[in-house]
């Protein structure tokens, strides 16, 4: 079974300043992770994944975030935190193998906010 | 990447009634997936819809309050039926996207509010 634990339901950082974003997952293989921000009122849209190859993915809009096997986690960061970035986002896993491949299991976000 | 078209974006129901939620995909695809996001929640999966197929519902979904509908590789619906308070929810529909591989899209979502 997948599961997604989000470490802190809201974060708060000044602008220009680094962002942390926590996720751990259980999985009994190894998932397929994903990292989705949504901005209010609107749908979901994709930062980053991670399939298999190098740990550290690099996505849209500065963010990366490196799959630690070990840690069983796949923490979210981007160097320099701007105003736009505010939004919630979202942790997800997927089984990859075949049958269920598509089923996204979700974290249950945070809140970013970023202080001028 | 695939554009996803979710209509309608927001609807205020009585309970009872049935509201029915399309999705349209400008590209063909093979499955497509419906969650359910209640308020201040993460998403649930609902269903998944491949075409030609019945769909097949996650665990606490049933057909009978969710009928959903794929008539085509570019299209899909989701039905709430019979609805009261607690379907108050945003729905979304999602599809994985050709553009890159296993990276899925998401429309923009339906808010429905039930009264």
């Known amino acids: 079974a997948q599961s997604v634990t989000q470490l802190g339901s809201h974060v708060s950082v000044s602008e220009g300043a680094l962002v942390l974003l926590r996720c751990n997952y259980s999985?009994?293989?190894?998932?397929?992770l994903f990292w989705y921000v949504q901005y209010p009122n609107q749908g979901l849209q994709l930062l980053l994944k991670?399939?298999?190859?190098?740990?550290l993915v690099k996505g849209i809009n500065g963010f990366e975030a490196e799959f630690k096997k070990s840690e069983t986690s796949f923490h979210l960061t981007k160097p320099s935190a701007h105003m736009s970035d505010a939004a919630e986002y979202f942790c997800?896993?997927?089984?990859?193998?075949?049958?269920?491949?598509?089923?996204?299991?979700f974290g249950r976000g945070t809140q970013l906010t970023v202080w001028p | 990447s695939a554009v996803i078209s979710q209509k309608p974006s927001r609807d205020i129901c009585q309970r009872g009634t049935s509201l029915t939620i399309q999705c349209q995909v400008d590209s063909q695809v093979t499955m497509m997936f419906w969650y359910r996001q209640q308020p201040g929640q993460s998403l649930t999966l609902i269903a998944t819809a491949n075409q030609g197929s019945e769909a097949t519902y996650e665990s606490g979904f049933v057909i009978d309050k969710f009928p959903i509908s794929r008539p085509n590789l570019t299209f899909s619906t989701l039905t709430v039926s019979n609805m009261s308070p607690e379907d108050s929810s945003i729905y979304l529909c999602?599809?994985?996207?050709?553009?890159?591989?296993?990276?899925?899209?998401f429309g923009s979502g339906t808010r429905l509010t039930v009264v």
């Open positions: 991670y399939t298999t190859g190098a740990t």
């Open positions: 997800a896993v997927s089984d990859p193998r075949g049958s269920t491949l598509g089923r996204l299991y």
């Open positions: 999985s009994s293989v190894p998932p397929y």
């Open positions: 999602s599809v994985e996207d050709q553009a890159y591989t296993y990276g899925y899209t």
